[in-house]
């Protein structure tokens, strides 16, 4: 990875407010859809009122901004500095509906959505700790990551994006059965893979280009909002794109820590959520080395650790405020990319904004008014330039000087690439193992190290000067 005097002062650069707060809400545009689904699933799942449902996604959106200011601000010993977006990570989701089913058979017709909640949040809380605590030891695994392992996690990073690229574009799942943008009620959405959708994506993806390629200065740094205005528009002009939750929403909210009571601290809970946020390290770290590759900054293994801290310490600060595991959220990473703005205080601004639409939901409210489709296009551009940065970093790998190095890539993309083509492969694996084994770039990160271990060797001297 390179590294330069340049580089650190892009990652620092403190850019005009204005350029600051347009390009962090381009972050958070791109954050949204995915973030807001995780609160969305458990309020459903818990059978939740509209107001309490509310409440959940109010927190979602607090915690969000907190920990992404945590990771790109950075405190003493914790945050990566880097501009990083945190959001939900859906490996939580499984494990808490699981959660969430044995309180309601143990709870029977008396059942109280704060028991099962109070239990998720003590193991979140829980799970944090654990975090912040084994971090040194995810800082001293930097030396398995050379660049032809590098490449191949960020390759499968992008690659397995372009599922929610597309996902997006097909438009959303379910759509509201009610009027005035209310919860209660949902039904499949009708109109899915409609060719107007599809539309609405290329017209996104088009503009976009147009931008990128005709726009000068900040103009073109902001070619994805601005692609993403232009669909939201033409979607207002078609009918996809209504107000109605904005009229809805209250004017000013507030998120109490512990809102839905004091957590309480189940073991196999807490076991079950650290298992969840191992994978969210491995995920998380494959991230940082991403970003620092994009970024030209060279990220070390102390950078490494501050940024697993800060993971942990979000988490913590999510389930005191209500909401659930965090992950250093991958579709931020191609935005980064397509822009070519470094700045972390983008991202900072970006958890500002987001913190600030947990006081206002009718501003939250208008941005989760932008339709799925508008995304879809925008995120095909993002992720595969997220791709196209894997490909780069393996240019370095120096395949004609080792020949070893085709097998691994090979072989850890074709592994990665199982639950891609084939989602129900490894359905009678252990219920321990689905968090892995269901994600394309845990699968690809293992077999990636562990192949190059084995063609290429590893130092443990260069592991134990890393944990000093």
């Known amino acids: 990875m390179a590294n330069s005097a340049e580089d650190a ?20 545009l791109v954050l949204y859809v995915g973030a807001a689904a995780v609160p969305l699933i458990i309020a459903g799942a818990l059978d939740l009122p509209p107001d309490q449902r509310a409440i959940l996604i109010s927190a979602n959106v607090l915690g969000c901004g907190l920990a992404t200011l945590v990771q790109s601000v ?10 990083v977006m945190m959001g939900l990570t859906f490996t939580a989701v499984a494990p808490m509906l699981g959660l969430i089913a044995v309180a309601k058979d143990a709870g029977g017709p008396g059942f109280a959505p704060s028991a099962a909640l109070a239990a998720i949040f003590g193991a979140v809380i829980a799970a944090g700790v654990f975090t912040v605590v084994a971090a040194p030891l995810v800082g001293a695994l930097l030396h398995l990551f050379p660049a032809v392992v590098r490449g191949t996690i960020v390759l499968m990073i992008g690659v397995s994006l372009m599922g929610v690229a597309v996902d997006w574009a097909e438009g959303p799942h379910m759509v509201a059965n009610a009027v005035g943008g209310s919860f209660d009620s949902v039904i499949p959405n009708p109109n899915r893979g409609g060719l107007s959708g599809f539309g609405v994506s290329l017209l996104v993806m088009l503009a976009i280009l147009c931008v990128a390629k005709f726009g000068k200065g900040f103009v073109a740094n902001i070619a994805v909002l601005l692609g993403i205005v232009v669909g939201a528009v033409a979607a207002t002009l078609t009918g996809k794109m209504t107000f109605a939750a904005v009229a809805a929403a209250p004017a000013l909210g507030f998120v109490a820590p512990f809102r839905f009571g004091f957590p309480a601290f189940d073991f196999a809970a807490i076991a079950t959520m650290c298992v969840v946020m191992i994978v969210g390290m491995i995920e998380s770290t494959g991230m940082f080395l991403a970003l620092g590759d994009i970024t030209g900054k060279q990220v070390t293994a102390s950078d490494i650790t501050r940024g697993v801290r ?7 600060l999510g389930g005191i405020f209500n909401t659930f595991p965090f992950t250093t959220f991958s579709q ?13 205080w983008v991202a900072a601004a970006g958890g500002l904004i987001l913190i600030g639409m947990s006081f206002a939901p009718k501003l939250a409210a208008v941005v989760a008014s932008v339709p799925e489709e508008v995304l879809g296009g925008a995120g095909i551009v993002m992720f595969g330039v997220v791709a196209a940065t894997g490909m780069r970093i393996l240019s370095e790998a120096k395949f004609h000087e080792n020949r070893d190095n085709l097998f691994i890539v090979g072989i850890a993309l074709g592994t990665g690439m199982i639950p891609l083509v084939a989602p129900e492969f490894f359905k009678n694996f252990p219920p321990a193992t689905q968090s892995f084994v269901g994600s394309s770039v845990i699968l690809t990160t293992i077999v990636a190290v562990l192949l190059n271990a084995y063609f290429n060797g590893v130092s443990l001297r260069d592991a134990a000067e890393a944990i000093d």
């Open 74 to 83: 950075g405190f003493p010993g914790v945050g990566i500095r880097l501009p």
């Open 9 to 28: 002062r892009d990652v620092n650069e403190m850019l005009p407010p204005a350029q600051l707060a347009m390009l962090g809400f381009q972050h958070v």
């Open 310 to 316: 800060a993971l942990g310490v979000g988490t913590v």
């Open 332 to 344: 931020n990473i191609g935005l980064v990319g397509i822009t070519g703005v470094h700045s972390r």
